[in-house]
C-alpha cells in the first residue's frame, strides 16, 4: 500500500467533507414566486462552457440586477433581504436557477454580501461611477459564489496552488509580490478558467482582507479609505509581469491537475481507497486521458466538417456557381478544402504523452521528498526578442495573403468575391486556432509545431492580437470568447434544438404567442 502525500490526504478529507455538506437538508427554504424561462440557445452556451465561462455568463446577470437597482438608487436604500427576494426572482426567470426554493442559510448570506456593498457603495469616500462600477462587478463575483457555491474549485485551486508553490519559486527580491496569492489566482485561471479583472480584484481584496467574507460594520470602515488605493494596486497586478509568467507556469502543468480533479469526481465515494493503490490510479487516469483525447478528436472533426459545410453552402449561394465560372469554383472550394486540410495535418499526442501524464500524477498523489525549487523569472523578454517573433509572424502573414492574392488574380475573382473570401479565410483560421488549442491543452510534453501550424498562426496572426488585446483590457469576460467555446463544442443535436426553438420562437412570434 503506497502512502499518499499529506498534501493529498488533506484535499481527500475536505472533498469527502464537502460531498457530505452538499447532500444535507436544509430544514427551512425562502421561496421565491416566479417561473423560468426557457431559452434553448441560453441553456447550450452553459453546458457547453467551461466552468469560468458559466460562472461569467451568471455574473453578467446579478451585474444587470445590481446597475439597475443603483440607477433607481434601491440598492442604497431598500432593505437587502427585498434586494435579495429580487435578484433570485431575477435569476430564475433567466433560467440560471431551476429551483424556486433557496436555502435560507444561502439567502441570509446573499443579503448579508448586499448589504456589505451597499454600505461600501453609500459611505465610500469616491463616488465617481467608474469606482461604483467596479465595486458592482466585484459585488456580482461574490455574489456568483454564494448563489452557486465554488467549494470544489476551492479544493482543487488550494490543491494546485500549494504542491506548485512547493515545486517552484518567484525570483524577486521585492516584498510586495504575494507570490500565494498570485499561485491560488494562477492555478484558479488554469484550471477553471473565467478569470478577469472582476475576479482578479474581489480575491486580491479577500486575500489582503481575511475578514472580508464575514465583514462588520467596523470592518468596513477601515477598509473604505484604502479600497480606491486597492483598486489602482489591483490594476497594476492584473497587468503585471508576476501574475503573466506564474500563470504561465501553472498553465504548463494543468492537464495533470485536471486528471486528479476528475479521478475524485468519477470515485468520489471509494476514493481513499482507490489512491491507496497506485496501479488502481493509474488505471483511471489511462481512462480519463483517453476519454478526454476521443473529445478533443470528436471536437476537431465534427467542428471542422462543420465550418467547412457552412463555408461550402455559403459561398455555393454567394458565388453564384456554374460549371464554367473558374472564379466561382475557386471561392466555392477553396476554403472548405483548406479547412478541411488543416485538421488531417493537426497531430494528437503521442502514447509517451500518456506515459508523462502518468509519471507526473502519481508524483503529485505519493509525493514523498521535497525536490529542488525551479526558479520563476520576472526579466522581461527583450523587446528586441518579441518585435522579431511578431516581425517574423507578419512577414509570414503578408506572405501568405501575397499568395492568395496572385490566386486570385490569375483567376479574374471579382473584388466583391475577394473581400468576401479573405474575410471568410480570416475568421475560419482563428476558429481553427481555438480549435487546435484544445489539443494543446492534452500535452505534458512539449509540443512540437508543424509547418501547417505555424502558416495557420501566421494566418490568423492579426486576430490573435486582437483577442490578446481583448483579454487583457477587458475588464470583464468578453461575450464573443464564451460564445465561439460553447459553438465549438456543439454536436449536430445541438444545433438541431436550436433550429427547432428558433423556429418555435419564429411561430409564437407569428401566431402572437408570448411566454408569461
Given at each position: 500500500?503506497?502512502?499518499?502525500?499529506?498534501?493529498t490526504?488533506?484535499i481527500?478529507k475536505?472533498?469527502?467533507?464537502?460531498?457530505?455538506?452538499?447532500?444535507?437538508?436544509?430544514d427551512?427554504?425562502?421561496?421565491?414566486?416566479?417561473?423560468?424561462?426557457n431559452?434553448?440557445?441560453?441553456?447550450?452556451?452553459?453546458?457547453?462552457?467551461?466552468k469560468?465561462?458559466?460562472?461569467?455568463?451568471?455574473?453578467?446577470?446579478?451585474v444587470?440586477?445590481?446597475?439597475?437597482?443603483?440607477?433607481?438608487?434601491?440598492?442604497l436604500q431598500?432593505?437587502?433581504?427585498?434586494n435579495?427576494?429580487?435578484l433570485f426572482?431575477?435569476?430564475?426567470?433567466?433560467?440560471?436557477?431551476?429551483?424556486?426554493k433557496?436555502?435560507?442559510?444561502?439567502?441570509?448570506?446573499?443579503s448579508?454580501v448586499?448589504?456589505?456593498?451597499?454600505y461600501?457603495?453609500?459611505?465610500?469616500?469616491?463616488?465617481?461611477?467608474g469606482?461604483?462600477?467596479?465595486?458592482?462587478?466585484?459585488?456580482?463575483?461574490?455574489?456568483?459564489?454564494?448563489?452557486w457555491?465554488?467549494?470544489?474549485?476551492?479544493i482543487f485551486?488550494?490543491?494546485?496552488?500549494?504542491?506548485?508553490?512547493?515545486?517552484?519559486?518567484?525570483?524577486s527580491?521585492?516584498k510586495?509580490?504575494?507570490s500565494?496569492?498570485?499561485f491560488?489566482?494562477?492555478?484558479?485561471?488554469?484550471?477553471?478558467?473565467g478569470?478577469?479583472?472582476?475576479?482578479?480584484?474581489?480575491?486580491?481584496?479577500?486575500n489582503?482582507?481575511?475578514f472580508w467574507?464575514?465583514?462588520?460594520?467596523?470592518?468596513?470602515?477601515?477598509?473604505i479609505?484604502?479600497?480606491?488605493?486597492?483598486?489602482?494596486?489591483?490594476?497594476?497586478?492584473?497587468?503585471?509581469?508576476?501574475?503573466?509568467?506564474?500563470?504561465l507556469?501553472?498553465?504548463?502543468?494543468?492537464l495533470?491537475f485536471l486528471?486528479?480533479?476528475?479521478?475524485?469526481n468519477?470515485?468520489s465515494?471509494?476514493?481513499?481507497?482507490?489512491?491507496?493503490?497506485p496501479?488502481?490510479v493509474?488505471?483511471?487516469v489511462?481512462?480519463?486521458?483517453e476519454?478526454?483525447?476521443?473529445?478533443?478528436?470528436?471536437?476537431?472533426?465534427?467542428?471542422?466538417?462543420?465550418?467547412?459545410?457552412?463555408?461550402?453552402?455559403f459561398?455555393f449561394?454567394f458565388f453564384?456557381?456554374?460549371?464554367?465560372?473558374f472564379?466561382?469554383?475557386?471561392?466555392?472550394f477553396?476554403?472548405?478544402?483548406l479547412?478541411?486540410?488543416?485538421t488531417?495535418?493537426?497531430?494528437l499526442?503521442?502514447?509517451?504523452?500518456?506515459?508523462?501524464?502518468?509519471?507526473?500524477?502519481?508524483?503529485?498523489?505519493?509525493?514523498?521528498?521535497?525536490?529542488?525549487k525551479?526558479?520563476?523569472s520576472?526579466?522581461?523578454?527583450?523587446?528586441s526578442?518579441?518585435?522579431?517573433?511578431?516581425?517574423?509572424?507578419?512577414?509570414?502573414?503578408?506572405?501568405?495573403?501575397a499568395?492568395f492574392?496572385?490566386?486570385?488574380?490569375?483567376?479574374?475573382m471579382?473584388?466583391?468575391?475577394?473581400?468576401?473570401?479573405?474575410?471568410?479565410?480570416?475568421?475560419?483560421?482563428?476558429l481553427?486556432?481555438?480549435?487546435?488549442?484544445?489539443v494543446k491543452d492534452?500535452?505534458?510534453?512539449?509540443?512540437?509545431?508543424?509547418?501547417?501550424?505555424?502558416?495557420?498562426?501566421?494566418?490568423?496572426f492579426?486576430?490573435i492580437?486582437?483577442?490578446?488585446?481583448?483579454?487583457?483590457?477587458e475588464?470583464?469576460?468578453?461575450?464573443?470568447?464564451?460564445?465561439?467555446?460553447a459553438l465549438?463544442?456543439?454536436?449536430k443535436?445541438?444545433?438541431?434544438?436550436?433550429?427547432?426553438?428558433?423556429?418555435?420562437k419564429?411561430?409564437?412570434k407569428?401566431?402572437?404567442?408570448y411566454?408569461?
Amino acid at each position: 500500500m503506497a502512502k499518499i502525500s499529506p498534501l493529498t490526504q488533506k484535499i481527500i478529507k475536505d472533498f469527502s467533507r464537502e460531498k457530505k455538506s452538499s447532500k444535507k437538508k436544509s430544514d427551512y427554504f425562502v421561496r421565491i414566486e416566479r417561473t423560468p424561462r426557457n431559452s434553448v440557445f441560453r441553456n447550450k452556451m452553459i453546458e457547453k462552457g467551461e466552468k469560468g465561462e458559466k460562472r461569467a455568463l451568471r455574473r453578467k446577470v446579478v451585474v444587470f440586477f445590481l446597475r439597475k437597482r443603483l440607477f433607481s438608487k434601491d440598492l442604497l436604500q431598500t432593505n437587502p433581504k427585498s434586494n435579495a427576494r429580487l435578484l433570485f426572482a431575477e435569476i430564475i426567470s433567466r433560467g440560471y436557477l431551476s429551483k424556486n426554493k433557496i436555502k435560507n442559510l444561502k439567502f441570509q448570506k446573499v443579503s448579508a454580501v448586499l448589504e456589505k456593498y451597499s454600505y461600501l457603495l453609500r459611505h465610500s469616500p469616491d463616488q465617481r461611477m467608474g469606482f461604483k462600477w467596479w465595486i458592482i462587478e466585484v459585488a456580482s463575483c461574490e455574489l456568483e459564489e454564494v448563489i452557486w457555491s465554488a467549494k470544489e474549485e476551492k479544493i482543487f485551486t488550494s490543491y494546485m496552488a500549494r504542491y506548485l508553490m512547493e515545486e517552484a519559486e518567484i525570483e524577486s527580491s521585492s516584498k510586495k509580490i504575494n507570490s500565494t496569492f498570485l499561485f491560488r489566482i494562477s492555478s484558479k485561471k488554469a484550471i477553471f478558467k473565467g478569470v478577469d479583472l472582476p475576479v482578479f480584484s474581489y480575491y486580491f481584496i479577500k486575500n489582503k482582507y481575511p475578514f472580508w467574507s464575514e465583514a462588520s460594520e467596523k470592518d468596513l470602515e477601515k477598509v473604505i479609505t484604502t479600497i480606491s488605493e486597492d483598486k489602482e494596486d489591483i490594476e497594476k497586478e492584473f497587468r503585471g509581469t508576476a501574475y503573466k509568467k506564474v500563470f504561465l507556469f501553472c498553465k504548463k502543468n494543468t492537464l495533470p491537475f485536471l486528471a486528479i480533479k476528475d479521478l475524485f469526481n468519477q470515485n468520489s465515494k471509494k476514493i481513499k481507497s482507490l489512491l491507496s493503490d497506485p496501479q488502481e490510479v493509474e488505471k483511471e487516469v489511462k481512462k480519463i486521458y483517453e476519454e478526454k483525447k476521443k473529445e478533443v478528436e470528436k471536437t476537431i472533426y465534427l467542428s471542422t466538417t462543420t465550418l467547412a459545410f457552412f463555408l461550402f453552402i455559403f459561398n455555393f449561394s454567394f458565388f453564384n456557381f456554374t460549371v464554367n465560372n473558374f472564379d466561382a469554383l475557386i471561392g466555392v472550394f477553396l476554403l472548405p478544402f483548406l479547412v478541411l486540410l488543416l485538421t488531417v495535418s493537426t497531430s494528437l499526442p503521442l502514447d509517451k504523452n500518456k506515459n508523462k501524464l502518468l509519471l507526473k500524477v502519481i508524483d503529485i498523489v505519493y509525493k514523498k521528498e521535497n525536490k529542488e525549487k525551479r526558479k520563476i523569472s520576472l526579466k522581461k523578454h527583450k523587446k528586441s526578442v518579441v518585435f522579431a517573433i511578431n516581425m517574423f509572424y507578419s512577414l509570414f502573414f503578408v506572405v501568405l495573403i501575397a499568395l492568395f492574392i496572385f490566386i486570385l488574380f490569375i483567376v479574374e475573382m471579382k473584388t466583391s468575391n475577394s473581400f468576401v473570401f479573405f474575410f471568410l479565410l480570416l475568421l475560419s483560421s482563428f476558429l481553427m486556432v481555438k480549435i487546435r488549442k484544445k489539443v494543446k491543452d492534452l500535452f505534458v510534453i512539449e509540443k512540437k509545431e508543424k509547418i501547417t501550424e505555424v502558416a495557420l498562426d501566421a494566418l490568423s496572426f492579426p486576430l490573435i492580437k486582437v483577442e490578446k488585446a481583448l483579454e487583457i483590457n477587458e475588464k470583464k469576460c468578453h461575450p464573443a470568447f464564451i460564445i465561439t467555446e460553447a459553438l465549438i463544442k456543439m454536436r449536430k443535436k445541438d444545433i438541431v434544438d436550436l433550429f427547432n426553438n428558433w423556429k418555435l420562437k419564429l411561430k409564437q412570434k407569428k401566431e402572437k404567442i408570448y411566454e408569461i
